[in-house]
């Protein structure tokens, strides 16, 4: 069965820092990933994704993620952190694309000045 | 283009009355989730469904609570004589269908509060 981990419940960097949230994946075939991201009182908004091919992808707010098999991961970052990246970040995993979509716990992140 | 509608965003309501939850996929979508997420909690699956039939209940509690995705019409989670329990956002998420190279799409969900 698939299964998402993000490490880090809570994140804090400084703004302009780097930002790295930790997500890692348990699949059984070559899965289909996501990066999402909520904002207070809304809904999830999809950052990223990979689905095949190149393994660097590249979203939307100068996100991108890098799909590294060996290491079952599948790590969102930002070069510069800005206070509107302040929210909660979600990775997702498909093994079925279309059905089955499994969530991680979330990470909050904080952005301080 | 119009996204997944979910209405109403909030909804009050007092234990043992239901909860009646509307939502609109994206146009052409006919593939339907529901997630609940509490407070300080990530999103927990509930049902997953297609226009007319139920693929997956396995995350939706067996009492009080029931899905339909109708030929016509929104998607309904429907809950039944509510608890201060049930108080939490509901999030409805559309597919085009498998296969397809498309991620969920979320609305902005209901938030439930039970007094």
């Known amino acids: 069965a698939q299964s998402v981990t993000q490490l880090g419940s809570h994140v804090s960097v400084s703004e302009g820092a780097l930002v790295l949230l930790r997500c890692n994946y348990s699949?059984?075939?070559?899965?289909?990933l996501f990066w999402y991201v909520q904002y207070p009182n809304q809904g999830l908004q999809l950052l990223l994704k990979?689905?095949?091919?190149?393994?660097l992808v590249k979203g939307i707010n100068g996100f991108e993620a890098e799909f590294k098999k060996s290491e079952t991961s599948f790590h969102l970052t930002k070069p510069s952190a800005h206070m509107s990246d302040a929210a909660e970040y979600f990775c997702?995993?498909?093994?079925?694309?279309?059905?089955?979509?499994?969530f991680g716990p979330g990470t909050r992140l904080s952005v301080l000045p | 283009n119009a996204g997944v509608m979910q209405n109403p965003r909030h909804l009050v309501r007092r234990r043992g009355q239901e909860a009646r939850l509307r939502c609109s996929p994206v146009?052409?979508?006919?593939?339907v989730y529901w997630y609940r997420q509490l407070p300080e909690e990530g999103l927990k699956f509930m049902v997953y469904?297609?226009?007319?039939?139920?693929?997956?209940e396995s995350g939706m509690p067996k009492e009080r609570f029931s899905a339909e995705f109708p030929k016509e019409g929104p998607s309904i989670l429907r809950i039944q004589q509510v608890v201060r329990g049930d108080s939490a956002a509901y999030f409805c998420?559309?597919?085009?269908?498998?296969?397809?190279?498309?991620?969920?799409?979320f609305g902005n969900g209901t938030r439930l509060t039970v007094t």
């Open positions: 997702a995993v498909s093994e079925t694309y279309g059905q089955n979509f499994v």
């Open positions: 699949s059984s075939v070559p899965p289909y």
């Open positions: 990979y689905t095949t091919g190149a393994t």
């Open positions: 146009k052409g979508h006919s593939h």
């Open positions: 469904l297609q226009k007319e039939n139920i693929i997956d």
């Open positions: 998420a559309s597919h085009p269908g498998l296969g397809a190279y498309s991620p969920l799409h």
